[in-house]
């Protein structure tokens, strides 16, 4: 099995949280364009569970730039390169049976693993 270690903190670690930083690795390589997926998000404290289709990506290249200059001639050197990536997500609504339609649920955030998660969606139909 392959070790990783954070680069953060550089501690071990085998999770998508450093338990010893709680950096957190998120894999966004599952989410497809416009493609309904299911996010957890915290807000405010809570964990919430939400369907969302994933509908924007933008992604900018550039350089901060500084002029310095060398015998009155001005030389422009590139630093800082940034890379900045935009993302937009819409909530898609859904039903959960004996509930009005939702767009999000409070989950709790101690047993927020994909088994419960698994347990609150059964039954759960997708709004047409």
Not at 35 to 64: P, Q, R
Not at 71 to 99: E, M, Q, V
């Amino acid at each position: 099995m392959t070790q990783y270690n954070c680069p953060n903190c550089g501690a071990p670690i085998s999770s998508d949280i450093c338990p010893y930083c709680g950096t957190a690795f998120l894999d966004w390589s599952c989410l497809e364009l416009h493609k309904d997926n299911w996010i957890k998000i915290k807000i405010d404290g809570k964990v919430y569970l939400i369907k969302a289709a994933f509908s924007y990506l933008g992604i900018e290249f550039g350089n901060d730039q500084q002029t310095l200059y060398s015998d009155n001639t001005p030389c422009l050197f590139a630093t800082n390169p940034t890379l900045d990536l935009h993302l937009d997500l819409s909530a898609r609504p859904f039903k959960i049976p004996g509930h009005k339609d939702s767009l999000m649920i409070e989950i709790d955030p101690n047993v927020a693993n994909l088994q419960e998660v698994s347990d609150i969606l059964k039954g759960v139909k997708q709004n047409e």
